[in-house]
């Protein structure tokens, strides 16, 4: 996003006025602000979720709790990878465990039988959807 000022502003005067100056490749130009043409630019959000480990399903399964309510589709996170929380250990999300909004996270290196912790997930959705 860009925000900028007039630079043909006095500087000498009075008012106190901010001048800025960018530097850049310009993605495209707005003439008004309209949803549609927002929706054009992609400005990406980051977001995180957490939850919490439930169980161990055996040495490189486990199961977690709290990042989706029950009737989340998790077909969208699926494949998406998690941090598990202290140690910084990555998974990825298989699906759901039951219909509880559980769900199973597979760690390729490994993971303690009697894991406790918390589960991260950090993605990025963009600003000014279109639909």
């Not at 530097?23 to 495209?28: C, E, I, L, R, S």
Request: hydrophobic share 35%; charged share 25%.
């Amino acid at each position: 996003m860009l925000i900028g000022s007039r630079m043909d502003t006095d500087i000498v005067s009075k008012n106190v006025e901010c001048r800025l100056a960018f530097y850049g490749k310009m993605v495209q130009a707005l003439k008004d602000a309209s949803a549609q043409q927002l929706s054009a630019i992609k400005i990406p959000k980051w977001k995180e979720r957490r939850g919490t480990i439930d169980r161990a399903m055996n040495s490189t399964t486990l199961i977690g709790k709290g990042l989706f309510k029950k009737e989340t589709d998790m077909s969208i996170f699926q494949g998406l990878q998690v941090t598990r929380e202290p140690d910084g250990d990555k998974g990825i999300i298989e699906g759901s465990f039951g219909k509880s909004g559980k769900f199973k996270i597979h760690f390729a290196n490994g993971t303690a039988e009697n894991a406790l912790g918390e589960i991260v997930l950090r993605y990025k959705t963009y600003l000014y959807k279109s639909g």
